[in-house]
């Protein structure tokens, strides 16, 4: 039994073709899409193209798929290649059964009978019947090459209209249902027959990514409801799978436009017809995680783009929240919103497609929309209403499965999180002058915790230990380390809820005293956690309340190097200076400044520290 068109179609969707070629040769990005050296012949100079849904190589004239690429590359013949792809795009290959071999006719079928009905509804439009609905497309702005373009037509209002049409062409009652044309009208009672699934609408096709017609859609004229209905799930039509104009879009985004998600058929017309050829729409629900993994086929950082009220900010909300455990380092989205209660068709029948235009101009990144939804439409002022936010970027950071790109989204939120705080917090009382202790050029010591030899977790809890207390004692340093010491990973328990409430205190303290601090913390509950990261023994001198604020800094940038480590922070060192070349943001530069010292603190530190088992 050939396998049925359906289930190869779905199967080379889940299967990203740059991922399963580049096990075989270093592919790279180039434009729209990735380039590299043709696995199949030996060449120097790259020649080997891959799309989002074949390869081809313009040397040895290699071509193909998914499946063809397996068969090529390892031997495989097609039923193995089939198994394995299937495998591992989580699909089950169907059986050989007679109940199968039905079904695959029946999708043959199909594809014909959605064929023929397109073809139907397009010739009714142009009678004198479909002139209402004609003129309405007309009225709303639409080409005659637009209409033919998207193969809109017109159902007519006669009922069993359709059947009759197709009845010459041996097409029956049952096929149509099949196609999701006609239903029964009543479900219980076989017997009262079947009637249209679309009648008095203006019909919109809808295509699969091949450009197949495989359902259809409908908008009544006049004011009754629902205003549009599309067709039930059939064997060709999955609503969460589809997205409206994505074979357009394919072709659109190939010759560099914008792939960008708008809410309905009219929508994505009105853009096509403007040169935005790369405009989709969900089938009348919202966007699935189905229908992100198309989109990322097609385009690596698609825009969604809302309305600008509360339903439509809920609609990005719910779309961010859905993207983040798919994201990945080469697949993104970028959120723009409407305003003035405009949608997509009606802004560019109204200011062109330069108004569009800048629409998108001023799409943000998901990592700052998803930052504005987090914060709400009221910024977060209280110490209460910044944590609580802080724990909602933490929290949407970790849905990120990619470790990396999850760190960077942390990182990025963190810094305009303190970014922001800064700007917020009112003047604190002037820091005093920094006095060495020592001799001009005489590296002042910060050693004095008790040597004794101990396991590593102990070792680590201490140096927290330390390093909060300097804090607890010097809280005037608060301001300049204040986001090291939010994004550093410290022993759960005693220390970490000592840097919440050390960091949930800072924005509101009108002055940086340690007393104040330590009756804010006796009052809060937390004063058995202040009391034990302050005790005496095994504390470094610049932990001491009389110790200098310089030897204070210095020791806890040397014990904020110890915890993070020296080579993560030469790794977080060079990233920074990557970012402050691609951005010269003050805030990448004040965090490579903050990690200079801790590196050149951790540094000076070790080297006054005799090399002893078990120190810390």
């Known amino acids: 039994m050939a396998l049925p068109p359906a289930f190869l179609d779905e199967l080379r969707a889940r299967t990203p073709l740059p991922g399963l070629i580049g096990r075989k040769t270093r592919l790279a990005r180039n434009g729209r899409q990735w380039k590299g050296c043709c696995p199949f012949h030996n060449e120097k100079t790259p020649s080997f193209y891959v799309y989002d849904d074949h390869f081809h190589c313009f040397g040895c004239g290699a071509h193909g798929d998914a499946i063809t690429f397996l068969m090529r590359a390892e031997g495989a013949s097609f039923p193995e290649a089939v198994e394995r792809l299937a495998g591992e795009a989580g699909l089950e290959v169907p059986k050989a059964t007679p109940q199968a071999a039905e079904r695959e006719r029946r999708a043959r079928d199909l594809y014909g009978v959605c064929a023929a009905a397109e073809a139907a509804f397009r010739r009714r439009l ?284 942390r990182r990025a939120w963190l810094d305009r999180f303190f970014a922001e705080g800064r700007s917020a917090r009112p003047a604190s009382a002037p820091r005093p002058a920094w006095t060495p202790r020592g001799k001009p050029g005489e590296l002042v010591s910060i050693r004095g915790l008790q040597r004794t030899a101990i396991n590593q977790e102990a070792i680590c809890l201490e140096r927290a230990r330390n390093l909060l207390a300097i804090l607890l004692h010097h809280p005037a340093l608060l301001p300049e380390v204040e986001e090291a010491l939010a994004g550093l990973e410290l022993p759960a328990g005693d220390c970490t809820q000592l840097r919440e409430a050390l960091l949930a205190w800072l924005p509101g303290a009108d002055h940086l005293d340690s007393t104040k601090l330590m009756d804010h913390l006796r009052e809060a509950g937390w004063e058995t956690a202040a009391s034990w990261a302050t005790r005496k023994r095994g504390l470094s001198q610049a932990a001491d309340p009389g110790a200098q604020p310089k030897e204070a800094l210095e020791a806890w940038w040397h014990f904020f190097g110890l915890l993070r480590g020296e080579a993560e922070l030469i790794e977080d060192r060079a990233e920074a200076e990557r970012m402050l070349v691609a951005t010269n943001d003050p805030v990448v530069q004040q965090r490579l400044i903050s990690l200079n010292k801790a590196l050149d603190a951790l540094r000076r530190g070790e080297a006054d520290e005799p090399a002893e088992s078990g120190t810390i």
């Open 126 to 409: 142009m009678l004198p019947e479909g002139r209402p609905a004609l003129d309405y497309l007309r009225r709303r702005g639409l080409t005659e090459a637009t209409i033919a373009r998207f193969g809109l037509g017109w159902s007519g209002e006669g009922r069993g209209a359709l059947a009759a049409d197709l009845k010459a062409e041996g097409i029956t009652p049952e096929q149509l249902v099949a196609a999701g044309l006609m239903k029964p009208r009543d479900p219980d009672r076989p017997e009262a027959g079947l009637v249209d699934m679309f009648f008095n609408r203006v019909i919109f096709p809808i295509r699969d990514r091949r450009g197949r017609t495989i359902s259809f859609g409908g908008r009544i004229l006049g004011d009754g409801q629902p205003k549009y209905v599309n067709g039930p799930e059939t064997e060709l039509f999955s609503k969460r799978r589809s997205l409206y104009g994505l074979d357009l879009a394919r072709e659109g985004a190939f010759r560099g436009g914008t792939v960008v998600v708008v809410e309905g058929y009219m929508d994505v017309i009105a853009l096509h017809q403007a040169g935005f050829g790369g405009a989709v729409a969900p089938l009348g629900t919202a966007l699935t995680a189905e229908q992100m993994e198309a989109l990322w086929q097609v385009s690596p950082e698609p825009v969604l783009c809302f309305d600008g009220d509360a339903a439509g900010a809920k609609a990005a909300f719910r779309s961010a929240e859905l993207a983040l455990p798919l994201l990945a380092p080469d697949r993104s989205l970028r959120l723009a919103m409407l305003t003035g209660g405009e949608d997509p068709d009606t802004l560019v029948a109204k200011g062109g497609p330069a108004a569009f235009e800048a629409v998108l101009a001023g799409a943000k990144p998901l990592s700052a929309a998803l930052y504005d939804l987090l914060a709400g439409a009221t910024p977060p002022a209280t110490p209460e209403q910044r944590a609580a936010f802080r724990n909602r970027l933490d929290a949407a950071a970790k849905c990120i499965p990619d470790k990396a790109l999850s760190s960077e989204y």
